[in-house]
């Protein structure tokens, strides 16, 4: 059996590696739909904050024998950790002026982190292996994955869900969406709006901490690996309408698809494919497949 | 200890000649007024900071001050100036930072560092200025073929010393049918087309060819796709994190066990960072080695000193240039470009990166290919002890042969 003059094994192999990939963008696109939708900050320090990330995960093995697990934990509480200080001591004198500034500092921020890590590790980058319990592969029939491509899948949509869940569900994300509304009424209610917010940026950078310990594995950790993939995670979240959390998740998993489908169909295009479909969101609904118009 | 003695013969021939010269042309002015502002100032443009930045960069500049050292960091008593900058691997960078070299910073010799696109784009300002331009780290075989310029010199490799150099060693030892992983764009387009017609001629086939843009992040897709071809032998035609990227795929998905990996350019830091365990047992070309002999492994020693990384072939290719200028310099007594291209173009180049090499009429520095295979992680005695040489591949044999040539000065 064929679709489109590619078998129907090869074509299962394609959408599921798709499916990984998307699984990535999805888990960026969310942290930065969370930070945007609460804060209004165009956060382009996501990439480096990634890229931090897998570093955390290689320095811990390298220098403290922490394994995966532990990088998984511990990778996201100090690069988010970080994101806390930034938030205190830059972010915050940014949210009431225009959006371009956040912009503009972040992505200097990014900058900055990137050309640090250069000149420690320079720009080769570094192997970290493919914890032993997730080694191997497993035959489906159709292709063989890779059990930790498999994990990749399944740990994001466990964090996607989750983070969706904490926000849309529960008391503290109606907390959080209500300060964003109106941060001097939730105050007076006697809820500490700046702490909120300080958290909500270092979680942010510690989702991006956790997909870039994910990520570790599976490709090379240099310091621009942040910066290969945040322009499409920025488109990501442009289909999907900034700060649309299912939005940002959906979107992800599904360009993910659509990008691995390109690869066998027009390869050359598999670069491009995500802003072509960007354009045309863009065109016919501005603010995004899941976005609100306001 | 071999160079010492080595270069103090070269002085002396050097001196010699110089004096010969003074008096067969009794030469009016002395040499130190022929060097231009006083100072002979050598640039590199190159990638600073991005992915090719380990294999040539900042380091590269560091080989170029070795050079500069070696000949104690002046000539005739005009002092040797290294300048250096980032291109961004942008051609447009390349050739303003060029063009603003030349006519205000009396720049007299450029060296070019990684990236093809850029070094073509210098060297047409090169020869616009009638500067001295010499290719280190561009690979494309352009430079000496269609675009080939009396003012650039090829120095360390090219495309097709690599198509050939491993091409054939792999279709020789029975990888008959392959497939190609290309990078999207000049280089990768000329490396695929290259050894193609390489495995071609030696009776290989080719199966197919995937391109995949520069920088992916992911090439699970395309290796399978490779898979799916069934060919025995699947030819990176990339270079840097692309092909880093792609070799750690291939394992993860079992392409290595029923395909045999055919890097075709890949440099030592590629190896460093893969580690032994993922590429042991894969050929590739390269023009240098820095623990292929005595000679070679004492300068490195040095440079890992300062930079605390075993050399690539294109640093240790950026100190052969610079070395063999200044020496071209203090023989003739000028930096005048005509006179040290004269007696670069005369002069057998003998250092550590080449023995016996020279200048052909194209511009191409014709030297010794290395063909190597990497070691498995058990036959390697210390870090950065990665190749075994396999085969010496003769200058004559490497590079592009005078039929092949389009180059209207060698004709």
């Known amino acids: ?294 | 200890m071999f160079k010492f003695s080595q270069l103090k013969a070269v002085k002396a021939v050097a001196g010699a000649a110089a004096v010969v010269a003074a008096g067969l042309f009794g030469a009016a002015a002395p040499a130190q007024a022929q060097i231009s502002g006083d100072t002979i100032k050598i640039g590199l443009i190159t990638d600073m900071s991005g992915l090719y930045a380990d294999i040539d960069g900042p380091a590269g500049v560091e080989a170029m001050k070795m050079a500069a050292a070696q000949m104690g960091g002046a000539i005739n008593g005009k002092k040797v100036e290294i300048l250096s900058a980032d291109h961004q691997n942008k051609a447009d960078i390349a050739a303003s930072k060029a063009r603003e070299w030349f006519d205000t910073q009396g720049v007299d010799m450029l060296i070019g560092g990684s990236n093809s696109a850029t070094n073509l784009a210098m060297a047409k300002v090169a020869a616009e200025k009638k500067k001295l331009f010499i290719a280190v780290g561009g690979a494309t075989s352009a430079l000496t073929n269609d675009q080939c310029s009396p003012y650039t010199v090829h120095w360390a490799y090219d495309t097709v010393a690599l198509a050939k150099g491993t091409g054939n060693a792999v279709v020789k030892a029975g990888g008959k049918s392959w497939y190609f992983l290309q990078a999207d764009y000049a280089f990768g387009q000329a490396l695929q087309s290259d050894t193609a017609k390489v495995v071609q001629a030696a009776g290989g086939t080719i199966a197919g060819t995937v391109k995949h843009p520069l920088a992916a992040s992911d090439f699970s897709s395309f290796l399978l796709q490779a898979q799916g071809s069934k060919a025995q032998i699947l030819g990176l035609a990339n270079a840097g994190g692309d092909t880093i990227n792609a070799i750690k795929a291939a394992n993860e998905f079992g392409v290595t066990k029923t395909m045999k990996l055919a890097g075709l350019l890949i440099f030592i830091n590629d190896i460093h960072s893969l580690g032994l365990k993922t590429t042991q047992g894969m050929y590739l070309t390269d023009s240098w080695y820095w623990n292929r002999d005595a000679e070679t492994r004492a300068w490195s020693r040095q440079f890992f000193e300062k930079i605390k990384r075993m050399p690539s072939s294109i640093q240790a290719a950026d100190y052969s240039a610079t070395l063999q200028y200044l020496m071209a310099v203090k023989a003739t007594g000028s930096d005048d470009t005509d006179k040290v291209l004269a007696h670069l173009r005369n002069t057998k180049i003998n250092d550590m990166f080449a023995k016996g090499g020279y200048i052909r009429p194209d511009g191409r520095m014709v030297h010794d290919m290395y063909l190597m295979q990497v070691k498995s992680p058990d036959k390697s005695t210390e870090p950065w002890d990665y190749y075994n040489v396999v085969q010496v591949i003769k200058g004559e044999d490497a590079f592009t042969t005078k039929a092949e040539s389009k180059c209207a000065l060698w004709k």
């Open chain 1, 1 to 294: 059996m064929e679709i489109f003059g590619i078998p129907l094994q090869a074509f299962l192999g394609q959408l599921l590696l798709g499916l990984v990939n998307g699984s990535f963008y999805a888990m960026l696109s969310l942290g930065l739909a969370v930070i945007f939708g609460l804060l209004g900050i165009v956060n382009f320090a996501h990439g480096a904050l990634y890229m931090m990330g897998a570093y955390v995960a290689w320095l811990g093995l390298e220098k403290f024998g922490l394994n995966f697990w532990l990088a998984l934990v511990a990778a996201p509480i100090i690069v988010g950790a970080v994101g806390v200080v930034v938030e205190r001591t830059l972010l915050k004198h940014l949210y009431k002026i225009d959006h371009i500034y956040g912009l503009l500092l972040t992505f200097g921020l990014a900058l900055i982190a990137e050309g640090i890590f250069r000149d420690q590790f320079g720009v080769s980058g570094q192997q970290y292996s493919v914890p032993e319990s997730l080694q191997g592969a497993t035959n489906l029939g159709f292709m063989v994955l890779p059990n930790y491509r498999g994990f990749v899948v399944v740990a994001s949509l466990v964090i996607c869900l989750g983070t969706w869940w904490v926000i849309e569900r529960t008391r503290l994300g109606a907390y959080l969406r209500a300060g964003t509304e109106n941060p001097a009424l939730v105050q007076a209610f006697g809820i500490n709006v700046p702490m909120m917010v300080m958290l909500t940026y270092g979680a942010g950078a510690g989702l991006a901490a956790m997909a870039g310990v994910l990520a570790a594995p599976v490709i090379q950790i240099t310091p621009l690996m942040g910066s290969n993939l945040i322009i499409i995670v920025f488109a990501v979240v442009v289909i999907g309408g900034m700060g649309s959390i299912m939005g940002s998740i959906l979107t992800g998993l599904a360009l993910g698809l659509v990008e691995g489908l390109t690869k066998v169909f027009y390869p050359e295009a598999s670069s491009i494919v995500v802003f072509v479909i960007m354009a045309i969101v863009l065109m016919i609904r501005p603010a995004g497949l899941f976005g609100k118009e306001k």
